[in-house]
C-alpha cells in the first residue's frame, strides 16, 4: 500500500518561504496517475493546490497558489516537494499530500503551516 509522509511544515511570516517535502513509498500506478499537494483545516473545504503527473512532467495549479508555489519531485529520494514563496495569511492550512486521479486518494497526516 501507497503510504506519504509531510515534513516541512511550520510558522513563518507573511512574505516568507517554506518547503514541504513528502516521501512516498508503496507507490503503483494503480494509486493513481498523479500526485499532489491540497490543504484543509478542521471546518473547511479541501483545497486542491497543485498536481504533478507521474510519468511526465505536467503540472497544475490552483489559481490561488499559481506563480508562488511550485510543485516538483526526486524520483532518486522518491519525495515529492512544494515550494511555496510569497506567503501569505491565507495560507496557513494543514496541508497534506496525495495521490490524485479523478480525484484525492490515499494522503499522508499533514504538516501545519503558520504565516503570521
Known amino acids: 500500500d501507497v503510504q506519504l509522509v509531510e515534513s516541512g511544515g511550520g510558522s513563518v511570516q507573511a512574505g516568507g518561504s517554506l518547503r514541504l517535502s513528502c516521501v512516498v513509498s508503496g507507490y503503483a500506478y494503480s494509486d493513481g496517475y498523479c500526485l499532489g499537494w491540497f490543504r484543509q483545516d478542521p471546518g473547511k473545504e479541501r483545497e486542491g493546490l497543485a498536481t504533478l503527473w507521474i510519468g511526465g512532467a505536467t503540472t497544475t495549479y490552483a489559481d490561488s497558489v499559481e506563480g508562488r508555489f511550485t510543485i516538483s519531485r526526486d524520483n532518486a529520494k522518491n519525495t515529492l516537494y512544494l515550494q511555496m514563496n510569497s506567503l501569505i495569511l491565507e495560507d496557513s492550512a494543514m496541508y497534506y499530500c496525495?495521490?490524485?486521479?479523478?480525484?484525492?486518494?490515499?494522503r499522508g497526516q499533514g504538516t501545519q503551516v503558520t504565516v503570521s
Open positions: 496525495a495521490t490524485y486521479w479523478a480525484g484525492w486518494g490515499t
